[in-house]
């Protein structure tokens, strides 16, 4: 199965809240994860990577938790902010003869000030 | 380091039209990979170019072609629009290390068929 399912479709929180983005994944084959943000009239923009024999990276206020073993991973936000409202999108890519990555559906973050 | 360049940034065709879009990847990246984006569908992948080859083609019928240059500039051309082909065509260019890597997008072509 090659497809990245993303949840939720959207999410809004108050300011200085925590978003969490799940993603789920059926092949095994993947090797990269990573999340993107998009702003609108922007293409995506990457926020945050991790591999799969890692289980928690952290980059600033984001961070992507991943579970090798169900096949999950997400992203979390800490102290959201405002700015932070875009659409972000998980991803799965990996090498065969050349890379390949797809996207989860999305979902729309909006941070209340 | 200038970013990935598409253009143009707007077009509106007619159906039945064909159109082509244009990519500068990031210099030094050799990799230009497209995407449909879609409010329905999201972002789904067109295909991939490495040193002038096309090694990965998603699931888009053949009137959806491209190529790439020997200076990695990257061209996508759609023949007999669809209205269904309104969408925004996204180029990325990578730096794939063996093990993966991460895709530098360009802020995209809106293609609106009428």
């Known amino acids: 199965q090659q497809q990245v399912k993303q949840s939720p479709q959207s999410l809004i929180v108050q300011k200085g809240g925590i978003p969490i983005i799940n993603c789920a994944y059926e092949?095994?084959?993947?090797?990269?994860f990573p999340w993107y943000q998009q702003f609108p009239g922007k293409g995506p923009a990457l926020l945050i990577a991790?591999?799969?024999d890692v289980s928690e990276k952290k980059e600033g206020r984001f961070t992507i938790s991943f579970n090798k073993s169900a096949k999950q991973f997400s992203l979390h936000i800490m102290d959201s902010q405002p700015g932070d409202s875009a659409t972000y999108f998980c991803a799965a890519s990996w090498g065969t003869g050349g890379f390949k990555t797809i996207f989860g559906a999305g979902t729309r973050l909006f941070v209340k000030a | 380091k200038a970013g990935v360049t598409q253009t143009p940034r707007y077009l509106i065709k007619t159906r039945g039209q064909q159109v082509t879009l244009s990519c500068s990847p990031i210099?030094?990246?050799?990799?230009v990979s497209w995407y449909q984006q879609t409010p329905g569908q999201g972002l789904q992948f067109l295909f991939e170019y490495f040193s002038e080859t096309q090694r990965n083609k998603g699931n888009f019928p053949g009137r959806f072609s491209g190529r790439q240059f020997s200076n990695s500039r990257s061209e996508m051309n759609v023949s007999t629009l669809e209205l269904g082909d309104s969408a925004l065509y996204l180029c990325a260019s990578s730096l794939f290390s063996r093990t993966g890597g991460s895709l530098h997008f360009g802020n995209g072509t809106r293609l609106t068929v009428t």
């Open positions: 210099s030094g990246h050799r990799s």
């Open positions: 092949n095994t084959a993947f090797d990269y």
């Open positions: 991790i591999r799969p």
